[in-house]
């Protein structure tokens, strides 16, 4: 099954869902071909939701065609995967004129991850997401804590949805990765994925723990491999010296299908979280992945390091990856692991008892509950 689109304020090509007197609409704020687009088409797609097409570049345009497309269609539920104003901002106006109710699926605490910016901007950021679940029918949350978070700010309900990985490797990605990275069957390779940003208000690279890391242990046969790019990738090559190309593998960014391959590649992956109220909320798109290629997890101590651990993760301690205290656990821990331990980890995850980031259950249940939300309200 698949979603119907709609244009921004423009006709929409009409399905058998689509041609309900009442749809339902779903969008996402990070853009229709955004990771997080796909994310919320499949997980309503038994629904048979009409597919708004919002686009982040033209946020204006794309708000103005929520209220169309609302006004005409008189749609019996918006979801909204992503908490930005030009999103969240139409959609409160919709429930307060039209009495269309909304959801929103959130990945991270709104005010806490403004204030990054600046304290003006975190307050602002707070009052808004207040506001935005004050109205709302309900949350889909990416962690529990967030919908925790959700409902004490005023929503009626929520559900917790993690997340999902999108495929898997394909046959002999190990051996053929690593001989294109030029890394040996008896090395440790500790793996990375994702935005390589550079905070300016922390003065930190993600991931530049790693990179230092494995710069100050004396063994040779330990390496990081680190896919994706961004405003730090400069900064992690510059930092990487001779050991660029050598134990630190800066490949860029990598195609999404090819990203299981090289999670194939790795040993275990490093989950850089902060012990406060931006990572603790967290699980982040990068988890489900690594698990699902059976990798052990490198983080810090935050809640689902402890929530979801059944004898696959290390817990570093320490505020954050750029403490003195994290990176100095991460040397040591890199200069002592064995072959033998990390193979005991990823036998214990072979052996989990539950998996939060099943995909068919994961639809089963935010379907279920879209449909008792409605049934209540009818």
């Not at 497309?69 to 307060?96: H, K, N, Y």
């Not at 046959?171 to 001989?179: F, L, N, W």
Request: hydrophobic share 40%; glycine share 10%; with cysteine.
């Amino acid at each position: 099954m698949s979603a119907t689109n709609a244009s921004p304020g423009g006709s929409s090509r009409v399905s058998a869902a689509a041609g309900r007197d009442r749809p339902i609409v779903c969008f996402a704020t990070q853009g229709h071909g955004h990771i997080e687009g796909l994310r919320i088409r499949q997980l309503l797609e038994a629904l048979e939701p009409v597919d708004y097409p919002f686009d982040r570049a033209r946020k204006l345009r794309s708000a103005i065609g929520l209220l169309a497309l609302a006004a005409r269609r008189r749609p019996s539920l918006m979801v909204m995967e992503g908490t930005g104003t030009a999103g969240g901002v139409p959609l409160m106006l919709i429930d307060a004129f039209l009495g269309i109710p909304y959801l929103v699926s959130a990945g991270d605490a709104v005010g806490p991850y403004l204030r990054l910016r600046s304290p003006l901007a975190g307050f602002v950021g707070g009052l808004y997401e207040r506001l935005l679940f004050r109205r709302c029918a309900g949350s889909i949350g990416w962690t529990p804590y967030l919908v925790g978070r959700a409902l004490t700010y005023g929503a009626p309900r929520g559900i917790t949805v993690a997340g999902w990985t999108r495929s898997g490797p394909s046959p002999g990605a190990r051996a053929r990765v690593r001989s294109r990275l030029g890394i040996s069957e008896d090395t440790l390779v500790v793996g990375f994925t994702g935005s390589i940003h550079y905070a300016k208000q922390r003065d930190y690279v993600y991931g530049s723990e790693l990179v230092s890391a494995v710069r100050r242990v004396q063994r040779r046969d330990v390496a990081v491999c680190m896919l994706g790019e961004g405003s730090g990738l400069a900064l992690l090559r510059d930092a990487a010296g001779e050991d660029l190309g050598k134990r630190i593998l800066l490949p860029g960014r990598v195609p999404p299908e090819e990203v299981p391959d090289y999670l194939a590649a790795f040993d275990l992956a490093s989950l850089s979280q902060s012990v406060d109220r931006v990572g603790s909320f967290r699980y982040t798109t990068k988890l489900p992945e690594y698990l699902s290629a059976g990798l052990p997890v490198i983080t810090g101590q935050t809640p689902l390091s402890y929530d979801l651990d059944e004898g696959y993760f290390w817990r570093l301690p320490g505020s954050a990856p750029w403490s003195q205290r994290y990176f100095d656990a991460l040397v040591a821990l890199l200069e002592g692991l064995t072959h033998e331990e990390v193979q005991a980890r990823r036998e214990a995850l072979e052996r989990r008892a539950a998996d939060p980031f099943d995909k068919s259950a994961q639809q089963r249940r935010a379907c279920a509950f879209v449909r008792d939300l409605l049934a209540e309200r009818t």
